[in-house]
């Protein structure tokens, strides 16, 4: 196994060879060459055919074997069935990195074959992307390596794509929208070569400063994670992806995995890592172009500058969604407006300097808010009037867009009206002037902007780790496993609880009623009784459950009645016993679970139990390798939020004690892999100080992988 090449050549390869290269002008093979020797690319190229001859110019080689030089990306496109046969070539010369053009392989479930590449690549330390892949296309070395448009503009947005199709198709669009890229990588099936691979090179590429993501399915999510949220931190990571709609029901809370709609979990771990994720590629495309020219604003203080009141309001609605801070300090406002705004105009935010507004009154009021250092960022409207010359609108805000860049302060535009206007938007566009015609489209692209600059103010890397006692679960887990069981029995998971320091009500096992008393008494009443067996897992559905039990004599009949229904419920199951714990004062109820994600491996889910998980789908999730910092931001993202804070004159709750909660299952799901799925329901959350206890919990038990 040799060490895996340097990410570095397959962006900026000495010398390409493009095996497969044909002369005939409407094959893939043809394509190739002539989008690499138009492009400019400045290396060694080498075209191979067994046919031999010369396209564009070139002499085609008859084999890899036949060139003498050092070789650092070959790009395959030839058949599926000779694709392998042209890996081993590649290997046997020592090429660093193979994208393979090529189709006909794991997604049309031809998976070994894909397989048994990588496993030849993997021991030449060779590097295979793809294979069903479009190419790379690589800014700083003029390297146009794929079978899509000649036309890409050189810039400063890279983008990253799984869907090859809608990859040549975003060139297109990148071309029309006047966005720059400095590099465009098909990843295709993602054999080898993933989305962490990549940012790994364009993160420190300085050509890069916005990258651009559109994902179908994640598969190495934990690192990808990690990656992401370092990215993050240095440059806009922006992502798309598909699979929106397919969220997953929320059912019933009886079992973690069905809370955790995968489309959720992947929109909020983004959340988590600092990436904006766009509703559509649209949404994305004018993230891009926006961020990869708007300066970094100082604060987050927005002033809306319009000509309209009703669009002012679009803008306020538009500006809470995206969570934008509009500034609101209405002495400093009048200050600052008062001289630029007519009496009947308002300084309030949005600052309304009326229909009868033209160039003039812009121009001051926009300035204004430039020299004000109060104000961070600057939403200009406007609405097409009789009174402003549209002729000098788009110089009016070329000009004001000009002065804000150079003075490094954010501004957007939203203009709306008929033809001239739209031109004027279409021509502005070009020039990349941050103008849009629909007020909600102006104000996300501030809203990202925002969000990219709080991430650096929210992220921590120190992970928080709790004191759990791993060989204590693991005995659980092996207690289980012995039994052939795939889920824990209350008396394994109380252990797995005091393993990690969860609190539980106290508790005993009865296996006659006389003993069921003499519990009872112990504990002190009222208590709660529940059926042990390892063959009833929904215990209430199987009449198995009794709740607030006052005396000797109640213990005594529930413990007959829950013998007798658990029997009927299911004649041959396994009677152990009936469990006797303290019944709680049932305060605010809580739902903590972590689990073993497919695609992001450990994550943690919390909600407000009952009504607001069951119905309002209240709930929030996040990779289990997080801050406290970040378990703390989990718990105030919930809606029901306020409620913890304490509503009606109750006592705040102990956030604290649900914090560590979160922090507790998080630590348990990375270190023991075995814990497939795991949820504390309820977890009972008391007045601030006094903790958090888990009524009940149910564990699953999966592969350790
Ligand atoms: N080494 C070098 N060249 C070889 C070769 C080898 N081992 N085996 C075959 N070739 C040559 C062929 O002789 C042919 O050249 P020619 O035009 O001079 O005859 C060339 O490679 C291509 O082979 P051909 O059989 O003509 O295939 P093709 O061009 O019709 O298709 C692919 C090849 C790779 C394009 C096709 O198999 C494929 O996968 N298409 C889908 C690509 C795709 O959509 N990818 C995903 C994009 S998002």
Redesign the pocket.
Known sequence: MNRPADIRYLFEPRSVAV??????RG???YRLVENIVNGGYAGKLFP????GGEVLGHRIWR?LDEVSEEIDLAVI????K?AY??VE?CAKRGVKHVPI????FSEIGNTEEERRMVRLAREHGMRLLGP???GIFSARSSLNATFGPADIHHGSVAIVTQ???L??AMIGKTAVENIGLSAIV?V?NKSDIDESDLLGYLVADEQTRIILMYIEGVQNGERLVATLKQAALKKPVVVVKSGRSQRGAIAAASHTGSLAGSDEVFDAIMRQCGVLRGESLEEAFNWCKFLAAAPAPEGENTVIVTNGGGIGVLATDASEKYGIKLYDDARLLKEIFGPVTPDFGSTKNPVDLTGQAGPQQYNAALAAALANDHIDATLGLYCETAVFDAQTLAGMIRSNAEAYRKAGKPIVFSILGGEMTESCIGDLRKESVPVFGEVYQAVSCLGALYRHRRHAAEYSDAVAEAEIDVSLVEKSVASARAAGRTFMLPREARHLMKAIGVAMPQNAVAHNFEEAVRAADKIGYPVVMKIVSPDIIHKSDAGGVALDLENKDEVIDAYQAIMVNARRYKPDARLEGVEISQMLVRTTETIVGARQDKSFGPTVMFGLGGIYVEVMKDVAFRAASLSRKEAQLMVKEIRSYPLLLGVRGEKRKDIDAVVDTIVRLATLVRHCRSISDIELNPLIVYDSGQGVMALDVRVLIGDAQ
């Open positions: 095996l497969g290269a044909s002369t005939d094959k893939i093979g191979v055919n067994p046919k084999s496109a030839v058949p599926a000779a046969q042209a070539q053009i090529t189709s006909g069903n892949i479009f869907s090859g199709a990859g040549i098909s295709g």
